[in-house]
């Protein structure tokens, strides 16, 4: 999540706070460095311009005291500014019963999957009863991937042959069988354009929904703000909604969108599964991005993975092998990628050397299959993978023989490191989440 972002200004707070003394010299360079981080990962000017500013009228009247170097002032007051500028969260009103949520965005944004990721958000975590609604009619791809996905977590799907009838016949529906919110999936276009936003503005006089939320992919930069702007002057948006928040590449939009349109974001978009919808938190998204990790959104992760207690791995070290490595592998994955959980602990995006020693997804899965391509007599017991065995788990996964060794090599440099006599006195595994 905006990692590119996350490094140069860690990096910048690292100068900062070298700073042993604020003068307008020091001043003016800090609202230089931040001008152009900001210009660089493709922020809005004015948002630009705005941070800029707020920065500098506080830097420039800051009374100094002798507890707190101005290094740290420094970096608290941009901290404190980056989230200003995120603004507050925004909310789905929930005044009217049932109450009308209509998706907006273009095609490709994620409007499909997080109409059923907010479905199963309120039904799950707000014990609200949700109806999904298909009404993008132009295309049967969509109305199938939102039907699909209402099966996978079991929510009432409707739809009909326009639009409107749509909205009409859910509206009817939801009244009689007592459904608190009504989430329309809107027709969605490759780009803004004028046959799009009509259709969207007559929905709008004839439904008045309580909620237009806009989607948008935040991997778009400067386009998302475009974009955003489009809607905004056409139906009244009551919030947004960030996705594919989980990229790496650039994630200004976040802070562009709120100074641009004044739409508060209420979620992000934090991977392709249903569960990976996050509130928003403008707290919690600066200090992931300054490297003060997110200890609670790491506890929701573990929470909302389910826990399959039968395979819990046994807590002495000596029993543990290749079973019980996978069955964890599988677990931890649940919540998400390695390196971003990682991130989420205060201060682990600062330990380059840990980042690199960190397997990605790739390795991920070439680590599994080499252990799927063992017997299960291997895996408990992989002592006895001779030279041709491996050359077989090696072509039979798709890896090397060098990997399958490193993988047998670390194995083995486990098992050593916890048999070793002081390491062996009392240990424990600790209580992990996975089971
Ligand atoms: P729509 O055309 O706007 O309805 O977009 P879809 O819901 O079909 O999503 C387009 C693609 O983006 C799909 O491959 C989704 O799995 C993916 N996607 C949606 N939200 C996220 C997200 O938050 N993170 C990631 N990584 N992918 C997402």
């Not at 948002?47 to 420039?60: D, P, Q």
């Not at 930069?221 to 489009?230: L, N, R």
């Not at 003060?292 to 399959?308: A, H, N």
Request: charged residues 30%; aromatic residues 6%; proline residues 5%.
């Amino acid at each position: 999540m905006l990692s590119d972002f996350s490094e140069k200004i860690q990096s910048l707070f690292k100068k900062f706070r070298g700073y042993g003394k604020l003068t307008e010299k020091e001043i003016g360079e800090i609202c230089r460095d931040i001008r152009l981080l900001f210009l660089e990962s493709d922020i809005a000017l004015s948002a630009t311009k705005k941070i800029v500013e707020e920065i500098k009228n506080r830097l420039s009247t800051l009374e100094f005291t002798t507890e707190t170097s101005p290094g740290t002032l420094v970096s608290n007051i941009v901290r404190e500014e980056l989230i200003n500028l995120l603004g507050k969260p925004g909310n789905i009103d929930f005044s009217e019963k049932p109450t009308l949520v209509m998706m907006v965005g273009i095609q490709g944004s994620g409007k499909t999957t997080t109409s059923a990721k907010i479905a199963n958000y309120f039904a799950t975590k707000e014990n609200k009863k949700p109806l999904l609604v298909g009404a993008d009619v132009r295309r049967p791809a969509a109305q199938l991937q939102l039907e699909k996905l209402s099966q996978q977590i079991k929510i009432p799907f409707f739809t009909d042959k326009d639009p409107f009838l749509a909205c009409e016949g859910a509206l009817n529906l939801a009244r009689s069988k007592g459904y608190d919110l009504i989430i329309v999936d809107t027709a969605g276009r490759t780009h803004v354009d004028e046959e799009l936003l009509d259709e969207l503005k007559t929905l709008n006089e004839r439904f008045q929904p309580k909620n237009n939320i806009l989607v948008i992919d935040s991997m778009m930069g400067q386009e998302a703000t475009k974009v955003a702007k489009a809607f905004f002057n056409t139906i009244p948006l009551t919030g947004a909604i960030l996705t594919k928040f989980d990229g790496d590449a650039r994630g200004g939009a976040a802070f562009s969108l709120r100074e641009v349109t004044g739409v508060p974001l209420i979620f992000l978009g934090v991977g392709e599964k249903i569960q990976n919808l996050e509130k928003f938190d403008p707290v919690r998204v600066v200090n992931r991005i300054v490297g003060m990790g997110d200890i609670e959104g790491l506890i929701e992760r573990v929470s909302d993975i389910k826990i399959d207690t039968s395979k819990k791995p046994p807590e002495e070290i000596e029993k543990w092998n290749f079973d019980t490595f996978l069955e964890s592998m599988r677990q931890i994955r649940k919540m998400g990628p390695l390196e971003e959980l990682l991130s989420m602990i205060p201060g682990f995006s600062n330990i380059k050397q840990m980042k690199n020693m960190i397997p990605d997804e790739k390795q991920m899965k070439r680590i599994e299959a080499v252990m799927l391509s063992m017997t299960p007599k291997e895996r408990k017991k992989p002592e006895i993978i001779d030279a041709s065995r491996k050359r077989r788990i090696a072509k039979g996964s798709g890896t090397s023989i060098q990997e399958v060794n490193q993988l047998l090599k670390q194995y083995e440099m486990f098992k050593k490191m916890f048999k070793s006599k002081n390491l062996k006195k009392g240990i424990k595994l600790p209580n992990f989440p996975i089971g």
